[in-house]
């Protein structure tokens, strides 16, 4: 069975950009979750939707937004990208149970130049 | 804000040893995840754990979790070299995820 796929795998970006990362779950998983790895670190949670509506939000600034689809696909996009944005970006699916464990796509390594 | 604190931060062991790393969070939850990251890979999930008093074991590795004390352990038992890398705590609030700072093991022959 095919795990959680991400795209693009790396991405280059210049400062004010913005970009979208994409993501598909585990087929039947229906709750998709972002997070943000800076290297060094821990992932930080971004957001946790199921059944199209958001769920969870961490504390990111309002230039983080994201959506999921009737298929369960997710988008999480950046505005105006800072330096700081540089990181590994996770995307986790899950069955939205009371397990809720999260299963972790390979990341989009996004570099803010 | 939830905190999550694991220790220690760095680790490392022998071959054939045995050690503990803790993780300590600041809120009450009854779920708690342990998770694996090897260098440039993404996290493989290694144990959920649901309640007080659960423990979960699989190979070399065993977690516990006290939530009551707002605790969790993973114990390794008889280390190899295979056990390289950097392990997380995770805590489930019910509408967000927070990860402690992470622990990296390096098993040394």
């Known amino acids: 069975d095919a795990g959680v796929t991400q795209s693009p795998t790396h991405l280059i970006k210049t400062r004010g950009q913005h970009v979208t990362l994409r993501c598909s779950p585990i087929?039947?998983?229906?709750?998709v979750s972002w997070y943000q790895q800076v290297l060094g670190q821990g992932p930080q949670f971004i957001f946790q939707?199921?059944?199209?509506?958001?769920?969870g939000r961490g504390n990111f600034p309002d230039r983080f937004s994201a959506r999921q689809f009737p298929n369960y696909s997710s988008e999480l996009n950046v505005n105006a990208l800072l330096l700081g944005d540089s990181a590994l970006y996770l995307c986790?699916?899950?069955?939205?149970?009371?397990?809720?464990?999260?299963?972790f796509g390979p990341g989009t390594r996004l570099t803010v130049l | 804000e939830l905190k999550v604190e694991q220790n220690p931060l760095f680790l490392s062991m022998q071959e054939g040893k045995n050690y503990t790393i803790y993780c300590n969070y600041s809120?009450?939850?009854?779920?708690l995840y342990w998770y694996r990251q090897d260098p440039g890979k993404s996290l493989e999930s290694l144990f959920v754990?649901?309640?007080?008093?659960a423990v979960k074991q699989e190979g070399r590795l065993m977690a516990s979790l006290d939530t009551k004390a707002r605790l969790s352990t993973l114990h390794i038992t008889a280390a190899v070299h295979d056990l390289s890398a950097t392990y997380f705590c995770?805590?489930?609030?019910?509408?967000?995820?927070?990860f402690g700072t992470g622990t990296s093991l390096t098993v040394i022959p």
């Open positions: 986790a699916s899950s069955f939205w149970t009371s397990l809720n464990e999260q299963f």
């Open positions: 087929s039947g998983h229906k709750s």
């Open positions: 939707y199921y059944e199209k509506e958001e769920r």
């Open positions: 809120t009450t939850s009854d779920r």
């Open positions: 754990l649901l309640s007080n008093g």
């Open positions: 995770a805590v489930d609030t019910g509408n967000q995820f927070y």
